[in-house]
């Protein structure tokens, strides 16, 4: 009888496979509030962070502001595209963005899963800032 398979660590953390190479869907438009930007840019002054956010809040679903994806995959996002000639510049490594998922979400920008972690899944959630207005809906009596 075989013995049973260890799990194999996730795609980008040390001893895991490389990440592949993901696309960026750009968003049409992008609103970030004055609490938001003042955390990024005057608290955290890291320009990860500020990257890392703004990549979260494109790929996040709009109406509840929760990212799934992995750690690979915005490895993949933050590393520069291969120039045409030269080497491609390193992207961020593994601890550098759990560093700064844990700086956003000590300044209460996020909030983070804790289930399936082991796995390489990474559930995250936005936190609207605490003066930001919804819009009323129209309600259509068709």
Known sequence: MNPPKRNAPAAGASGGRAPLPATLFVPRFAHYSAEVLHVLLHVLRDSHALHL????????????????????????????????????????????????????????????????????????????????HTPKQKNSFA
Request: glycine share 8%; aromatic share 10%; net charge positive.
């Open 53 to 132: 956010y703004t990549l979260i809040h494109a790929h996040c679903c709009f109406e509840t502001g929760e990212f799934y994806g992995s750690y690979a995959r915005l490895m993949e996002l933050m590393t520069p595209p291969q120039p045409e000639r030269g080497k491609r510049r390193s992207g961020p490594s593994y601890w550098t963005l759990r560093r700064c998922i844990d700086d956003m979400e000590r300044e209460g920008l996020m909030r983070r899963s804790t289930s399936n972690e082991a796995q390489g899944q990474l559930r995250l959630w936005l936190t609207p800032p605490k003066t930001m």
